[in-house]
């Protein structure tokens, strides 16, 4: 599940959220458009107004400087437009004379648009806050100039911003909510595509897993006819070549255990035969304990690949019965102790007092798990001289512990070590199969079977079997 989420977060980072962002930066440049749209359109229209003003008041030009004054300020006091527009009457020092307004309660006003329009002789505007009160504003001063040239004062139109920025940001709000519209239907849609990749890349996954584990030979429905479906196609031809060249494995190490058995029994006849008899000079006595030791060996070996191919087969069962495990495991520890004594290893039993009960189990399997065990050890750990076993009651479950003092296993290897054919950087010799074959028992006793390092050096094997099946 978490590869579906992290495949189904990079495609939302890669696609949905690249398309939000742009989504953003197109509302930004929108709004922006619209707010430089809107506040251009104001300021031309005071400046419209501003030169109509001007263009008004030149029929008064014939009339005496005083008269020119004081239409100037009737003109603004009777400003028709006062409810949307102020108009003021500013004389040439900069002080308000006249407001559409009424009567102007503070200061004059100190806008740069004011002084520029006197000095330029030209109509100038002004956007930004007011100083005074601090509210943003449009103002356009128009300068009114005499018969002589001489500017007698400036017509400023006034107008607050508020309603403007209000309708700047609803065409904002507007795009924000239609991007979520979109985001939400490319959410959507990107969902069902990528669930349409996920559900059946999810199917593929799980039987790959399947067949990885060993469910060799299983097969993928095929139900599309894209890269998916070609990836399943390769997937079940991938996994019907494992198939046959599993069974094609198994079916050659199966006859050629079978074959080997024979000539092997005959030789550890013989063997036996001949060391019994007094007729032997020393060298050839010495010559046919090897023999009879190295058949041994191999016979083991046979064995093993017999189990082997069963459990590959599904062919191993187990003979179950109520059994004193406790009986087994020191018959199997006793056994095996006097055969590393020859080798110079000794095998320590840790004796206890737990009270082990009877459990149901395969003796024979379970004696040829604890001596597979030992013998690893002796392998293995040899160089450590020592090997310690030992078998507790703990939490409903019969615990064996057979531990070595060797150099122990690289910890890059231990979750190696159970698997078919798998001998790691070891030495020593064997099929590799051994404890891949006693893991399988245990686990069809219910039981679990644990390889680590132990605490100060070595391999410690846990075998762990329930009381009750």
Known sequence: MKKEYGLRRRWLLNTVGVICALGLVCVFVVTMVFSAYYYSGMTSDLKYRAQTTAAF??????QNYQEYYQACVDYVKGFESKNTLELQFIDSRGQIVASSYGI????????????????TRKTQS??????????????????????NGEVIGVMRYVTSTRLLDIQILRIGG??????????????FSSNYYIRTILVPLNAIIKKAKRIT?????????????????????????????ISQNEKIQRDFISSLSHELRTPLTAIAGWSETLLAGDTLDPETERGMKIISRETKRLTEMVVELLDFTRIQDGRMTLNMQESDIRSEFEDTVYMYSSRLTQDNISLE?????????EIMCDPERMRQVFLNILDNAAKHGGSGERIEASMHLEDENVVVRIRDFGPGIPDDEI?????????????ARGTGIGLAVCDEIVEMHRGTLTLENAEGGGTLVTVSLPVSQ
Do not use: H
């Open 57 to 62: 008041f030149d029929e008064y030009l014939n």
């Open 104 to 119: 102007w309660p503070g200061e004059s006003p100190t806008t740069p648009d004011i002084f520029d329009a006197i000095t």
């Open 126 to 147: 002004y956007d930004d806050r007011d100083p005074s009160t601090g509210e943003r504003i449009i103002a356009v001063s128009c300068p009114v100039l005499y018969s």
């Open 174 to 187: 507007l795009a924000l909510v239609m991007l979520a519209v979109v985001m939400t239907i490319v959410l």
């Open 213 to 241: 584990s060993g469910s060799y030979g299983m097969q993928i429905q095929v139900k599309y006819d894209d890269e998916i479906g070609e990836l399943a196609q390769t997937i079940n031809e991938m996994s019907a070549q």
């Open 349 to 357: 039993y840790l004796d206890n007092d737990d009270d082990i009960p």
């Open 415 to 427: 979750p190696l070590v159970k698997k078919k054919f798998y001998k790691g950087s070891s030495r």
